[in-house]
């Protein structure tokens, strides 16, 4: 993290285009940073975007709505004051965590699942008939919810068995 902050904000980033904030990625001179735009960009870099641009716009809807859920559930970690670290806030975002997980992410839930239902290629894809960024950027989500929702658990492994069938 000190290597990342130091990047960002103490002139890490020399002669790089710039970044406002972490997560951020380099290759060489191209550095770039928004967390839905470096999920694309490796998506196209790696194989993992649809050619097609009505079929890749649709993987980026995903993308950005993902984006909304992690903001949101930011907000439930940080009840008191937002720009404030979690740990000055712990007690206080309980019930915030609770509510998150009990009534805003099922509603995340319910929508993904309905994508998975209305893509005619099925098989389990986001977008189309094989595996894209939409896929992975869903998938982690639950990972790192688990860390700190006990209800996400049996989602979780719902998504576990799902790839593993692929
Ligand atoms: N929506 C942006 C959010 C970036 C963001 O807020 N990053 C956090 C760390 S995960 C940060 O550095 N916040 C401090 C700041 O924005 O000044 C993204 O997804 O990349």
Redo the contacts with the bound molecule.
Sequence with gaps: MPAIVDFCWKGGNKGGFPVR???AIRKGGFVL???PVIMAYLGRRFGLMPSDPEAAAHVEQVLGVV?DAV?EGRLAFHPKDFFASHKTQVDESVPYIKQYGEQRLPKYLAHWEDILKHNPEGQGFMVGGSVTVADLAVYQLPELWSECVATVQPIKFCFKFCFIRH
Aim: net charge neutral; proline share 25%; hydrophobic share 25%.
């Design positions: 904030a972490p997560p940073c928004y967390t984006t903001a």
